[in-house]
């Protein structure tokens, strides 16, 4: 019947994975990303300072042998700092993605398989939740409880939610389409079975790449909100949060406002990447046609 | 790259929804998966998928006129939605809202106090009621931090935000549809390659991050503009306008690396067409067929984003704002937000939520202009 565009099939073979891997843009952003997890994985067990560490006799430092990027306004060692922000950005990354994943895609999925009102509702509702970007429920969310982490993992994670009810309910609407849902449901097999045997494997992989991008703009969000000084508090290190300070130290040490948006930029770059390659590496048709 | 394709067909099935008014008897036909990027296709999300439009024929007047009325419908749905909820979330959900504006130290004679003077002592239908008459007459009560009208200290506010915004679309719009253009009709050759990687290395920026690197270059170094604050109006508009080139700069330059891709995509894939292909054949130059035909039908999913982006500009100014200490909407946000000033707060966030619900009416009521496939069905 109808072919199948972007992403809609079942998760790859351990062959497409080694094809994947001579993939420029999925590997150059594997690369980056494994760099990241790699970071943050290393700030449990080491890292050069103890990044929450005061010096003000040595506030401002420019690197050097002991402090590799410099030190802070507060004399803290810039790389510590960095190397343990990476753990808080993959940290709301994925909450953020879990939150959205757990309740939009449960949505898209419902969506699919009840169609009429429940679609019309599931839908509607996305469309209501786009009108209130990250950054505005983050504001009504911390002028009620303050802001913290947990406000701006929140505000991202409802974000995400319409965004894979979407994706999940389009895709999952493609798989219902198909001849073999078709003779599943002639051999007696409920939506519900049909859902989670049929409809969700075979949309899997393209949630993985949404989920890439959403991690991408997760960490894009966290860092916007702690620089706003809605995200993550003092003395817990975030990218955001170390801009905010650099920012007020430009004069005097304009270098401190370079790490940590290079760090943010690295990432982020890092999973547009990996997800363009990856939709490249299933959707093949796609890359010839560029 | 291929983000781009996707986020293209996505916008594409943005408007089909426009066109495919009937579009049922397609149900059957290819309904593809685009992968979503909010950034680049909220459109999408805003309307939702249908088939792409090239499958779909002219929709007739009639059915332009109760898509708009059903359009006009889910405008005012949306609106009061989103104005129930910022009700719900800010005036209902913290209990008495005196005691989060006063604090855990306040005294109960003082709570009880402001209770009273913000009418808080009403059944929260009534002030929800009263809010909304208020909104629609242009009373929106007592700002409790300033002490003034909330009203006359936005719209003195939006003097900053909204040209702000304005700058940084127009700023968006010549550098993305320019720069997309030029890697459209370059495709796949060096011009192309750069243009890709610069938008791809623009969408990984954070906005506060390039804003705060071009205050490094222009502010601190080379020393052409300050590193913030803005003059005022009164001050001569020469000098306004200089205290927004930055921050409209920082805006527009992320923003411009979206709609380049969607630009650049649109053209491409309109370049494709058969008609583009009949009207090389009938002997016009390539130059013609850009500026004539392509140009047009590529336009309606550039015009999607770009009102999409117009959107979330307004909330992105809330941040260049607080980078470059602008007097605008943001600010306004935060002191209010510091000083728990919910009434403030409840007001700007109903004002930005709106914003991006009447843009994307706006952009849909547009389409109909725009589109020639629907201006030949107008006859």
């Known amino acids: 019947m109808a072919e199948l565009a972007v992403g809609v099939g079942p998760l790859p073979s351990a062959s497409a994975w080694r094809r994947a891997l001579h993939h420029p843009s999925f590997a150059m952003g594997g690369v980056l990303v494994l760099l990241l997890l790699a970071t943050a994985a290393l700030s449990w067990v080491w890292t050069p300072h103890a990044a929450t560490e005061i010096d003000i006799a040595h506030r401002l430092e420019l690197p050097s042998a002991r402090h590799w990027l410099g030190t802070d306004g507060f004399g803290r060692d810039v790389a510590s700092l960095l190397i343990v922000g990476a753990r808080n950005s993959i940290a709301v990354g994925i909450v953020a993605v879990g939150i959205g994943i757990a309740f939009g895609v449960a949505l898209g999925l419902l969506a699919a398989a009840r169609r009429g009102w429940v679609e019309e509702a599931v839908m509607r509702l996305s469309d209501f939740t786009f009108a209130f970007p990250a950054l505005l429920s983050a504001i009504m969310l911390t002028a009620i409880y303050g802001p913290g982490l947990y406000t701006s993992i929140v505000a991202i994670g409802i974000f995400n939610i319409p965004v894979f009810a979407r994706i999940t309910r389009a895709a999952a609407n493609a798989i219902w389409s198909r001849e073999f849902v078709l003779a599943a449901r002639a051999c007696g097999k409920g939506a519900w079975r049909i859902t989670i045997e049929h409809v969700l494997p075979n949309i899997a992989s393209l949630l993985i790449v949404q989920a890439t991008i959403q991690f991408a703009l997760a960490i894009l969000g966290e860092a916007a909100l702690s620089y706003l000084g809605l995200g993550t508090q003092p003395p817990q290190p975030s990218w955001g949060r170390m801009l905010n300070e650099a920012q007020g130290m430009m004069f005097k040490a304009p270098q401190l406002a370079i790490w940590p948006g290079l760090a943010i930029a690295l990432s982020v770059l890092g999973l547009n990447l990996m997800g363009d390659g990856l939709r490249d590496l299933m959707d093949p048709r796609l890359a010839r046609k560029r | ?379």
């Open chain 2, 1 to 379: 790259m291929a983000r781009a394709e996707g986020h293209l067909r996505c916008q594409r099935y943005a408007i089909g929804r426009s066109l495919s008014l009937s579009c049922s008897a397609h149900r059957s036909q290819p309904i593809r998966a685009p992968a979503f990027d909010p950034r680049i296709a909220p459109a999408a999300s805003l309307r939702g998928f249908a088939p792409s439009y090239s499958l779909v024929p002219p929709a007739t007047e009639s059915a332009i006129s109760l898509f708009l009325l059903k359009r006009l419908a889910t405008f005012v749905a949306t609106l009061l939605a989103a104005s129930a909820l910022i009700f719900a979330m800010l005036d209902i959900l913290p209990g008495n809202a005196a005691e989060v504006m006063l604090g855990a130290t306040a005294t109960p004679e003082a709570v009880q106090a402001l209770t009273v003077k913000l009418g808080l002592d009403r059944p929260p239908l009534e002030r929800y009621g009263l809010w909304m008459k208020g909104l629609a007459t242009g009373d929106l009560g007592i700002s409790v931090s300033y002490d003034t009208p909330i009203a006359p200290l936005i719209v003195e506010r939006l003097a900053v935000t909204l040209p702000l915004a304005l700058m940084a679309m127009a700023l968006t719009t010549v550098l993305a549809l320019g720069l997309g253009l030029y890697a459209a009709s370059h495709h796949n050759r060096p011009g192309d390659v750069g243009v890709m990687t610069a938008s791809q290395i623009g969408l990984a920026i954070p906005n506060f991050w390039f804003a705060i690197l071009l205050i490094l270059l222009f502010a601190v170094k080379l020393q052409w503009f300050s590193a913030g604050g803005f003059p005022g109006w009164d001050d001569g508009i020469w000098n306004a306008f200089k205290a927004l080139v930055l921050p409209a700069v920082a805006l527009a330059v992320v923003q411009a690396a979206i709609l380049a891709r969607i630009t650049r995509s649109a053209v491409l894939d309109v370049m494709r067409e058969d008609f583009v292909r009949t009207a090389r054949a009938k002997g016009l130059s390539r130059r013609a067929v850009l500026w004539r035909h392509v140009l047009r039908n590529a336009f309606v999913p550039v015009l999607t984003v770009m009102g999409l982006q117009f959107a979330s500009l307004l909330a992105g100014t809330i941040v260049a704002e607080n980078v470059f200490s602008l007097p605008g909407l943001g600010r306004l946000v935060f002191q209010a937000i510091a000083n728990r000033d919910l009434g403030v707060v409840r007001n700007v966030v109903m004002l930005l939520a709106a914003s991006v619900i009447v843009i994307n009416f706006l952009v849909d009521v547009l389409y109909v202009v725009v589109d020639p496939r629907l201006k030949t069905s107008h006859g």
